[in-house]
């Protein structure tokens, strides 16, 4: 098991250039940032890496590619709740 702790990595988007985004976990539960810190998801609708946001504890994509501006008053290094982080993680383990 190897984690990752801040490194900044590049990403392929399906609609979009290579971003970079900056790794905090390892390969059962990840969590991304921004160069800036804030926290990012894929939306596969999008095809792009979004600003997240937390609805009732979980990760969602905001709609607003890291290409714009974040939205206003979005918080910075945005967490999953440890319920959702654990259940996500779970899933992952079970997998192998």
Not at 50 to 70: C, E, M, Q, W
């Amino acid at each position: 098991m190897t984690a990752i702790f801040g490194e900044l990595l590049s990403f392929d988007q399906e609609n979009g250039p290579e971003v970079k985004l900056r790794v905090f976990g390892d390969e059962f539960y990840a969590r991304y940032e921004t160069e800036e810190g804030y926290t990012a998801i894929y939306d596969e609708i999008l095809g792009k890496f979004t600003y997240a946001r937390i609805k009732d504890g979980r990760f969602v994509s905001s709609g607003v590619d890291l290409s714009h501006n974040p939205p206003l008053g979005l918080e910075k290094h945005l967490e999953e709740s440890d319920e959702v982080r654990m259940k996500k993680a779970e899933k992952r383990f079970s997998r192998y």
